[in-house]
């Protein structure tokens, strides 16, 4: 399984076109698009992808949560996931599993198998399971994460750090591939969304004074997939390769900020003016307030039943709802819609985790970049990006599509791997399966190894919404 974070089919095919990238040539020729889960963001559609399952059941809904009682803001992580993951399921089949850099897995837990999680990772140790591996990765020098703080003001700088993350994703191949002892191996490269956000222009345009630049790193990246393909094809049959994006890529219109929104529209009041504030502190929310977001574009009502200083009553929630999304669906930046869609959360999660879920959530166009800062006043701006996500455009292959997949006729063995790590009970591939979503991806894991995925979330009982004096989270 091969992840290649924020890539869209329509570039991947435009570099392919140009004959200098031929790994990701060979992929592209049989790729197709899917879409993202909603919010387009990584934690989000790699959690759902490595639990099978959407956010109405994994519980993950950006990259923040808000506390309900105290308004503080905390970044996700694994710790926050509601489900088992494939990785769970696999290795309660006596399955095991080998994974690098894979979003929202930090802090690494025991699973059957190794795990170097990815963003939002910052501490080695806590990064990996079992933790012998930090010493063999440290001597390696490797690197959890590239530093994009700089990246608006010196893109070199951030071309550089680019440089080392994809050597440090090639040194843990290296360290953890080789004795094949495992049945799925995770490596994702997250290079491609860092390099989006902030230099799409420079890919895109060969007049930019950066271009040649940005397709060099282009083909170390090209360089790295195609590392593991030679390993891949060197592996005895049966196998499969799934390569996967968590979202799409585009140019950057503008950045749209939710927040400046509301607080227009005389719905969001705090403590302190914007000016006054940080990007990422919600203390000062009043009670005034009726309606706040957080990234990306997640809007909720400030409810007497959810939040400590809520007051908006039962009755008034739906009103103030549809009030909210029509005004949101006739925003409009010179002349153009800036909102796709405009969903509630009954109809987008329906699952048990929909209590802790917004209550719309905003889809953008292509091109929009929506935001939920606590320190601005503007609704459109910029800020040193040129990509934003998108929804639609999700790179996806599969080496082995619906119509080719046939039962293995020995499940119990795997031919790549030492007798001594065989499975106790083995995995059969079951009937075709399509991916429409990024969930999907994760059920056809499951189901290439016979694992049944979840019970669809939908067919499920929601738990009632907690009380007001409840302490639980926001998510």
Same mark, same amino acid.
């Given at each position: 399984?091969l @992840? ?5 089919l329509?570039l991947a095919?435009t570099?392919?076109a140009t004959g ?11 790729a197709?698009?899917i879409?993202a889960?909603?919010p387009? =963001?990584?934690?989000?559609? /790699?959690?759902? &992808?490595?639990t099978?399952t959407?956010?109405?059941?994994h @519980?993950i809904?950006?990259f923040?949560r808000i ?12 710790e926050h996931v509601?489900t088992?993951t494939?990785?769970d399921?696999?290795?309660?089949? @006596?399955l ?12 690494a ?6 795990m170097v999680?990815g963003?939002?990772?910052h ?9 012998m591996l930090?010493?063999a990765?440290?001597q390696r020098g490797y690197? =959890?994460e590239?530093d994009? +703080?700089?990246?608006a003001?010196?893109p070199?700088?951030?071309?550089e750090?680019?440089r080392k993350t994809?050597?440090?994703r090639r ?5 953890l /591939?080789?004795?094949l002892?495992w049945n $799925? &191996?995770v490596l994702v ?6 390099l989006f956000?902030?230099?799409?222009d420079?890919?895109?345009d060969?007049?930019?004074?950066l ?5 060099s790193?282009?083909?170390? /990246? ?5 590392a593991l393909?030679?390993?891949?094809d060197?592996l005895?049959?049966?196998k499969r390769?799934i390569v996967l994006a968590?979202h799409?890529?585009t140019?950057l219109?503008t950045?749209v900020?939710?927040?400046? &929104?509301?607080?227009?529209e005389?719905?969001?009041h705090?403590?302190l ?10 203390s000062?929310?009043l009670?005034?307030?009726r !309606?706040?977001?957080l990234d990306? @574009?997640?809007i909720?009502?400030?409810?007497a039943?959810?939040f400590a200083r809520g007051?908006v009553?039962?009755?008034?929630a ?5 009030r909210?999304r029509?005004?949101l669906?006739s925003l ?10 405009v969903h509630? !959360?009954a109809s987008?999660y329906?699952?048990?985790? *929909?209590p802790f ?6 889809e ?7 935001k939920?800062?606590?320190?601005r006043?503007?609704?459109?701006s $910029?800020h040193?990006?040129t %990509? +934003?996500?998108?929804?639609?455009d999700? &790179?996806f292959y599969?080496s082995?599509?619906p119509?080719? *997949?046939q039962?293995n006729?020995?499940p119990n063995?795997?031919?790549n791997m ?7 009970s083995?995995?059969?591939f %079951?009937?075709?399966?399509q ?5 999907d991806v %994760?059920?056809l894991?499951l189901?290439?190894? %016979?694992?049944a ?7 499920? +009982?929601?738990p009632?919404a907690?009380?007001?004096?409840s302490?639980?989270t926001v998510?």
């Open positions: 399984m @992840g290649l974070d924020g890539l869209p329509s095919r570099l392919a200098r990238f031929p790994a990701l040539a060979r992929l592209t020729e049989k197709r698009a879409r889960e909603l387009e =963001l990584s934690p989000v559609n /790699w959690t759902s &992808f490595f099978a959407g956010p109405e059941e @519980g809904f950006g923040t506390h309900a009682r105290t308004y503080e803001m905390a970044l996700c992580s694994l509601q088992p494939i990785f399921r696999l290795g309660a089949a @006596g095991t599993a080998r994974v690098v850099n894979l979003p929202n897995t930090y802090p837990r025991p699973l059957r198998g190794m999680s963003f939002v990772a501490d080695l140790s806590r990064a990996v399971f079992p933790p930090a010493g990765l440290r690197l =959890l590239a994009t +703080t700089r990246a003001d010196n070199l700088a951030l071309l750090e680019l994809l050597a440090s040194a843990a191949l290296d360290l /591939w080789p004795d002892a $799925l &191996f490269l997250t290079e491609t969304d860092r956000h902030f230099l799409f420079a890919v895109n060969p007049a930019h004074a271009h040649q630049q940005c397709l790193l282009l083909m170390e /990246w090209d360089s790295t997939i195609a393909l030679e390993r891949f060197a005895p049959d049966p390769l968590d799409g890529f140019h219109i950045e900020d939710l927040n400046a &929104f509301l607080r227009a005389g719905l969001l705090t403590a003016p914007p000016e006054a504030s940080d990007e990422l502190d919600a000062g929310i009670p005034s307030t !309606a706040f977001a990306p @574009g997640r909720y009502l400030h409810t039943a959810r007051q009553s039962a009755d008034n739906a009103p103030l709802r549809e909210i029509q005004a669906l409009r930046h010179n002349g153009t819609p800036v909102l796709a869609a509630d !959360a987008l329906p699952g048990p985790m *929909q879920a917004p209550d719309l959530v905003c953008p166009n292509p091109g929009f970049d929506l939920a800062k606590f320190n006043r503007d609704v459109f $910029l040193g990006r %990509g +934003t996500h998108t929804v639609h999700v &790179f599969d082995t599509p119509d080719m *997949q039962p006729s020995e063995m795997r031919p030492r007798p001594d790590m065989q499975p106790d083995g995995p059969t %079951g009937p075709a399966m991916a429409e979503r990024v969930r %994760g059920r894991v189901h290439h190894f %016979g694992l995925a979840a019970e669809p979330a939908a067919e499920k +009982t929601a009632a907690p009380a007001p004096s302490p639980a998510r």
